[in-house]
C-alpha cells in the first residue's frame, strides 16, 4: 500500500498515512467523545473533546508501534523493512520481500499481537495504579476513562490480528506453521487464504444477520471488515498463483539473447541512427577489443541530451558491467523479479560462465504471463 502522506522516520522506517486512515481517525474521534460524554456527562465540551484527541493520538501510537515490533523483528531476520502505512484498518508494514523460512515468518507475525497485548495490559495496569476499580463500574476520572479505553482497544486489537486470515498477522501465523509441517509455501498460502476467505465469508452473513434483524450497526462494521479480508485474501491467493506459474521458471528459460554487439568509441548519434532504428533491437552489447564492457538501451540514450550525441561516445554513458546487479541463466525467475524490483531497474544481464549470455527484462516476463493467461482462456 502506497502511503498519501509522509509523516516522518523511526529507527530509519518510513511512517505514513494512507487516506483511508483520516476516515477511521475522525470515527474513532467522534466515537471517544460520544463514549466520554455519555460516561461523564458533567464534562465540559472543551475536556472531552481534548481528551478524545489526546486518547486517539495516543491509539495512533500504540498502533505505530505494533508495526514497529513487526519491522525490529523482519529487520534482525534479514528482511529489510523501509516503511510503514497507517490505512482504515490498522497499519502494514512494508516488507521487501517474503521471508525465507517459517521461523522467520512466525516470529515476524507474532510479535505484532504480543506488542499490543502488553500495551493493553500496561495501560490497564497504569489506571488500575491510578486507582481506577474495574468492578467499581465506568471509571469517573477523566484520567482513567482514557486509559482504561487504550487498555481495551489494544487489546481487542491483538485478538482481531490473531484471526487466522491471511494478510492478518493470524493468518500469517497460521501460513507459517502449515508451510513448517508442508514445506511448501505456495500451498500453504493457498490453504491459508482459503481459511481467510472463510471466515471473511462468515463475517459478512454474521454481519449482515444481526444488522438486519438487530438493527446493530456493529453489525455492518463487521461485514465490512469481512469484505475487507475477503478481498485481501483474494489478492494474496492471485499473487501466489503468479509465483507458482513463474515457480519452475529460469532467467535462462525466458532471457532473450539476440542482443548485437557494438563498438564502444561509436558516438551516441551513429548509435541511434546505424543501430538502434535500423534494427529495431532494443539493447545492444558495448564491446572494446573483444571485451565485453556493459548494455546499453535506448533508456542511457535518452538521458543524454539531442544535441550532445555527436560529441559523447557509448563508453560515457554505460554502466559497467561490473557495477550493476546481474543474474545467472540458473537464477529463478521470481528473484529476477524480486531484484529488478528492488534495484528499481526494467533490465538485468545475464551472466554465464563471466560471459554475458543475454538479458532479462519486466518485459519479458509480462509477455509470458499474457501468453499463459491466453492459453488458460482458450
Ligand atoms: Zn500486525
Keep these: 500500500m502506497r502511503p498519501s502522506i509522509r509523516l516522518g522516520r523511526i529507527f530509519g522506517i518510513e511512517i505514513g498515512l494512507h487516506y483511508s486512515w483520516f476516515i477511521i481517525a475522525l470515527l474513532i474521534m467522534f466515537s471517544l467523545s460520544g463514549h466520554f460524554h455519555t460516561v461523564n456527562p458533567q464534562w465540559s465540551a472543551g475536556l472531552t473533546w481534548s481528551l478524545a484527541a489526546i486518547t486517539g493520538l495516543l491509539f495512533f501510537a500504540s498502533i505505530v508501534a505494533h508495526e514497529l515490533s513487526h519491522a525490529a523483528v523482519a529487520n534482525a531476520r534479514g528482511i529489510p523493512v523501509k516503511s510503514i502505512t497507517l490505512f482504515a484498518l490498522g ?5 521487501e520481500r517474503e521471508s525465507s523460512d517459517p521461523k522467520s515468518e512466525f516470529w515476524m507475525a507474532i510479535v505484532g499481537p504480543i506488542t499490543s497485548l502488553v500495551i493493553g495490559l500496561l495501560f490497564l495496569a497504569i489506571a488500575r495504579v491510578a486507582g481506577w476499580r ?23 486489537l491483538a485478538v482481531f490480528n490473531m484471526i487466522p486470515g491471511y ?22 498460502t493457498k490453504i491459508t487464504a482459503g481459511v481467510g476467505q472463510f471466515i471473511a465469508i462468515a463475517f459478512i452473513v454474521f454481519g449482515f444477520f444481526r444488522f438486519f434483524y438487530t438493527g446493530a450497526f456493529g453489525g455492518l462494521w463487521l461485514a465490512f471488515i469481512g469484505w475487507f479480508l475477503a478481498d485481501a485474501a483474494g489478492a494474496s491467493q492471485a499473487g501466489v498463483e503468479v509465483s507458482a506459474a513463474l515457480a519452475h521458471l529460469r532467467v535462462g528459460d525466458v532471457m532473450s539473447q539476440d542482443c548485437p554487439a557494438v563498438d564502444s568509441n561509436v558516438n551516441l548519434r551513429t548509435f541511434a541512427e546505424d543501430h538502434l532504428l535500423r534494427t529495431g533491437r532494443r539493447c545492444f552489447v558495448v564491446t572494446q577489443g573483444g571485451r565485453q ?35 545467472s541463466p540458473d537464477t529463478a525467475l521470481a528473484d529476477a523479479l524480486q531484484l529488478m524490483a528492488r534495484e528499481e531497474v526494467n533490465l538485468l544481464p545475464v551472466i554465464s560462465n563471466g560471459r554475458l549470455a543475454g538479458v532479462i527484462s519486466r518485459g519479458h516476463v509480462v509477455q509470458l504471463m499474457q501468453t499463459q493467461a491466453e492459453l488458460k482462456a482458450a
Excluded at 497499519?91 to 516488507?95: E, L, Q, T
Excluded at 548494455?295 to 559523447?312: A, C, D, G, S, Y
Design 167 to 188: 494478510p492478518l498477522d493470524g493468518g500469517r501465523v497460521l501460513r507459517s506453521i502449515v508451510w513448517g509441517i508442508n514445506r511448501n509455501l505456495v500451498r500453504a
Design 134 to 156: 474495574p468492578m467499581a463500574g465506568t471509571p469517573p476520572a477523566p484520567l482513567w476513562a482514557g486509559l482504561v479505553w487504550l487498555g481495551y482497544i489494544n487489546i481487542s
Design 293 to 327: 564492457l556493459g548494455i546499453v538501451t535506448i533508456n542511457e540514450l535518452k538521458r543524454v541530451p539531442r544535441e550532445r550525441w555527436p560529441f559523447t561516445i557509448l563508453a560515457d554513458i554505460l554502466d559497467p558491467l561490473e557495477h550493476v546487479p546481474k543474474v
Design 91 to 95: 497499519g502494514v508494514a512494508n516488507v
